[in-house]
């Protein structure tokens, strides 16, 4: 069973932290008792690994199992501080408050929240293990950067511990609308413990002002422009936050390094190849998480198919769909679903040897899911809410000979930086069929020139220029109101 008993004092202190719920590794056992490492799912882990190669800095997070957590070590010149956290905690802060509580609510409700006193107190608890361990290896006045949803009290309970640190938080989902975020029993409590920060990042200007908006209707407190003025309490004198957009990115140039040797090309071509050279492979990369419309892509494709606009084996679609967070009900309950509609799709519209839809329910290596995108001519990207989707980046700086298509739903962070790529509103099957059509058949001299300025918006923002902006916003947030602002406080 973990405990909250600060680690070593003697270890090594750091001027960067990074905290975020997840390490970029999990721990493997195999059922021989063999340890291996594999790299962390989801957009937050891509990012930070990149942003973080070749910067001494401590990592702070979880290894992804239960029980004791394996001792610090040192990955790629990252020092990994592992946080442990019991079964019941996994149960309670990860699946439950983190996954089943905020997620929906930050995610427009689209499956029904759950709220559970115990899964709040278990909130509390982990909150305060990640603050003391983050605590313990800042170097005086260190840069603290603390990661996502399931975090949101670390930045109040490391300020009482460490007053000396400078503490950012970047969200890297969507903040919801008051009306929404009101819902939460607890939501005085996440915006004081969001308040311990000197600067808060968002994906996107909206998500910044919702919460500048909680914090005046919730808490009353007063606001301007993008910042929210802390009153003072005791010995702690009044501050101001600061909330902006940073939209998050990705290693383009590394990526696309990636995507142009010989050997993912080679693969583009073999994966074309495996499918039965088809005139059109459409693809989907996502967790498999109810937010990424999913459902709503294989309802138009099945569709499309039932109509005869698109016919195998001249069309193919490929889905992978890694696995995620499947012991949360809504996550098993969309397995089975997407899982029902595939063995339909193909048991309708397949044919010995030609499937009218290849599902993969995997991870893959980087180069595998490199080579992927090439091998696709239409890319969809129909999420009904996501804070910014790098799976939509990544196509794009994989493309390199500026072929292919991007179907993009406007519920993306992403479709706020690329605005060329072919929208839709995923929820409207009928204009979802109509886009995907009009990616698979406009000329290809109007695709590539779309793909040219999508590509070249996606390098000239890449995650280090992310970094780069937020750590600068954090360096120069404002501490003290000004005199103005202390009299309306
Ligand atoms: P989220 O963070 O919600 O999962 P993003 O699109 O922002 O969504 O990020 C997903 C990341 O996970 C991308 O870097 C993508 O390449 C990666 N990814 C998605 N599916 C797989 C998979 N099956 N194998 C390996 N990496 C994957
Ligand atoms: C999203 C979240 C991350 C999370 C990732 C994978 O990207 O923003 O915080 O780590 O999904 O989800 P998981 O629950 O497996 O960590």
Not at 64 to 72: H, R, S, Y
Not at 283 to 302: F, M, N
Not at 423 to 447: F, M, S
Request: hydrophobic content about 40%; aromatic content about 8%; glycine content about 8%.
């Amino acid at each position: 069973m973990p405990t909250d008993a600060p680690t070593d004092t003697s270890q090594r202190t750091h001027d960067l932290v990074i905290a975020a719920n997840r390490l970029p590794v999990d721990r493997v056992v195999d059922a021989d008792g063999t340890q291996s490492w594999r790299t962390s799912p989801g957009g937050l882990v891509t990012a930070m690994e990149a942003v973080m190669k070749g910067r001494e800095g401590a990592w702070v997070g979880w290894a992804g199992e239960t029980g004791e957590a394996p001792a610090p070590f040192v990955e790629n010149g990252l020092h990994l501080h592992p946080v442990p956290l019991s079964q019941q905690e996994v149960t309670d802060y990860y699946e439950g408050f983190s996954n089943d509580t905020l997620w929906p609510i930050y995610h427009d409700v689209i499956v029904p929240a759950g709220f559970h006193r115990s899964w709040w107190q278990a909130y509390r608890t982990v909150n305060e293990r990640f603050a003391r361990a983050v605590a313990d290896v800042a170097a005086q006045g260190a840069t603290v950067w603390i990661h996502d949803y399931q975090l949101q009290l670390v930045p109040e309970l490391l300020r009482a511990m460490r007053p000396d640190v400078r503490i950012g938080w970047f969200n890297h989902i969507p903040f919801p609308p008051v009306e929404l975020f009101a819902q939460l029993p607890w939501r005085g409590g996440i915006l004081e413990g969001l308040l311990g920060a000197d600067y808060l990042g968002f994906q996107r200007s909206a998500d910044a002002q919702n919460f500048v908006r909680a914090c005046r209707q919730v808490l009353g407190l007063t606001t301007k422009g993008d910042t929210v003025t802390v009153p003072g309490t005791g010995s702690r004198r009044a501050r101001v936050v600061r909330a902006s957009a940073v939209p998050i990115s990705i290693d383009s140039a590394g990526l696309e390094a990636l995507a142009m040797t010989p050997a993912v090309q080679e693969r583009a071509a073999a994966i074309r190849a495996s499918l039965g050279s088809p005139k059109v492979v459409l693809l989907g990369v996502d967790r498999l998480d109810y937010t990424k419309g999913i459902r709503h892509r294989l309802k138009a494709y099945e569709e499309l198919l039932a109509e005869g606009a698109i016919k195998p084996p001249d069309v193919t679609f490929v889905q992978v769909a890694t696995p995620s967070r499947e012991r949360v009900a809504a996550y098993r309950q969309l397995r089975t679903e997407v899982e029902t509609t595939v063995g339909r799709i193909n048991g309708q519209y397949g044919e010995l040897g030609v499937a009218a839809i290849h599902y993969l329910h995997h991870s893959y290596p980087r180069e595998e899911m490199a080579a992927l995108f090439q091998a696709a001519d239409v890319m969809l990207v129909t999420p009904l809410r996501d804070g910014m989707n790098l799976v939509a980046k990544e196509y794009v700086t994989c493309r390199h000979d500026e072929g292919g298509a991007l179907v993009l739903s406007e519920f993306t962070g992403a479709w706020h930086e690329m605005h060329q790529a072919f929208v839709c509103n995923p929820h409207d099957i009928e204009g979802l069929k109509q886009t995907i059509l009009r990616a698979i058949h406009t000329d290809a001299k109007d695709k590539r020139r779309i793909m040219r300025a999508l590509r070249r918006r996606v390098s000239e923002h890449d995650v280090q220029l992310w970094a780069k902006r937020f750590l600068e916003a954090l360096a120069t947030a404002p501490e003290r109101p000004s005199a103005k602002d202390r009299a309306t406080s």
